[in-house]
């Protein structure tokens, strides 16, 4: 049973420039959440797709815009790259729908450098 | 708005001995799970254990064990006969299930409990 998969696995990228991550959920899973962490913090909820829709929204600027697929993998996609975009982007996933399927799983997460 | 407090940055044990890492939470609803994740320095976020918050028993996984006070809003997680593997950064994590809300499926995470095992 494959878990999530994330790539590329690490990203060094200049101020201003855009950057496209991505991700592939758990077999199984329809619902596809993202995440920033920066070093030493916890996680920031960054948005969540499902049914190709964004659901929810954190408080991230328009910069960050997502998509998700019919296979339901799903892209971040970073535009105009400030150095405080450096951080762990992890993906989540879950099955869409309430009880345990409000359990995410992550993947191994995308390292971004903004130099 | 929900938050999450993880106030020991850092916790230290020896192995095969037992810790406890503290969480403290605050929301408004009455429907939620809430979480323990492990985040080796691989990276990888892992799920430790889970605990639905309309269940009274504690959720026990092999020797991860919770104390789950609702009516406080604690959320502590104990590690027994602990282990080298289980060195790591500890988070707690909230997540509402009405799914009427605007927090639905968003995880809201504490700041972090690094623990390390000595041997």
């Known amino acids: 049973d494959a878990g999530v998969t994330q790539s590329p696995t690490h990203l060094i990228k200049t101020r201003g420039q855009q950057v496209t991550l991505r991700c592939s959920p758990k077999?199984?899973?329809?619902?596809v959440s993202w995440y920033q962490q920066a070093l030493g913090q916890g996680p920031q909820f960054i948005f969540q797709?499902?049914?190709?829709?964004?659901?929810q929204r954190g408080n991230f600027p328009d910069r960050f815009s997502g998509h998700q697929f019919p296979n339901y993998s799903s892209e971040l996609n970073v535009n105009a790259l400030l150095l405080g975009d450096s951080a762990l982007y992890l993906c989540?996933?879950?099955?869409?729908?309430?009880?345990?399927?409000?359990?995410?799983?992550f993947g191994p997460g995308t390292r971004l450098t903004v130099l | 708005a929900q938050t999450v407090t993880q106030s020991q940055p850092e916790m230290s044990v020896q192995e095969a001995e037992t810790v406890t890492l503290s969480c403290t939470y605050d929301t408004s609803e009455s429907d939620y799970y809430l979480f323990w994740y492990k985040q080796p320095p691989s990276r990888q976020m892992i799920l430790v254990i889970r605990q639905e918050a309309y269940k009274q028993q504690n959720a026990t996984e092999n020797r991860f064990s919770v104390n789950f006070q609702k009516a406080a809003k604690s959320f502590s997680l104990k590690i027994s006969d602990s282990q080298l593997g289980d060195a790591a950064m500890y988070f707690c994590?909230?997540?509402?299930?009405?799914?009427?809300?605007?927090?639905?499926?968003?995880?809201?995470f504490g700041q972090g409990t690094i623990l390390t095992v000595h041997p």
């Open positions: 994590a909230y997540v509402s299930t009405y799914a009427g809300g605007t927090s639905y499926g968003k995880l809201t």
């Open positions: 077999s199984g899973h329809d619902t």
């Open positions: 797709y499902y049914e190709e829709e964004e659901r």
């Open positions: 989540a996933s879950r099955v869409s729908g309430t009880g345990s399927a409000d359990t995410q799983y």
